[in-house]
């Protein structure tokens, strides 16, 4: 059996509303983890600054992309900014639920929602 690598695409760019848009598109797995590990940490070089997950692209999340999500959240708020996710299907939604993450982080149907959110704090 052949094992092959899931592929993830992360493109940040800045809201005008502020805060920082991760837009993951692909597999979020043991695989390709590190990569957001790695944009989040970029991102939170620039303390305060807002994160906000654009989900609507990732089409696989196993635990292990849960747990970096997970890691994320709490590394922004131990840096001082905010982090959440916007824009999951209705199949991820109903995954993150199932596996708790609404009780963890904020989640929002759209990335606009969550965006506006973080204007509200």
């Given at each position: 059996m052949n094992e092959t690598e899931g592929t993830l695409a992360i493109s940040t760019h800045t809201h005008p509303a502020?805060?920082?848009v991760l837009?993951?598109?692909?597999?979020?797995?043991h695989y390709t983890g590190p990569s957001l590990r790695r944009a989040v940490e970029d991102v939170l070089r620039s303390p305060g600054t807002g994160i906000v997950a654009d989900l609507s692209d990732l089409v696989y999340c196993d635990s292990t992309g849960?747990?970096?999500?997970?890691?994320a959240y709490h590394r922004a708020q131990a840096a001082g900014s905010s982090f959440?996710?916007?824009g999951l299907s209705a199949v991820?939604?109903?995954l993150f639920r199932?596996?708790?993450l609404d009780q963890i982080f904020p989640m929002h149907s759209s990335v606009q929602d969550a965006v506006d959110a973080l204007g509200r704090k």
């Open positions: 502020g805060p920082v837009r993951l598109a692909g597999e979020l797995d849960m747990t970096v999500i997970i890691t959440s996710v916007g991820m939604t109903q199932v596996a708790g």
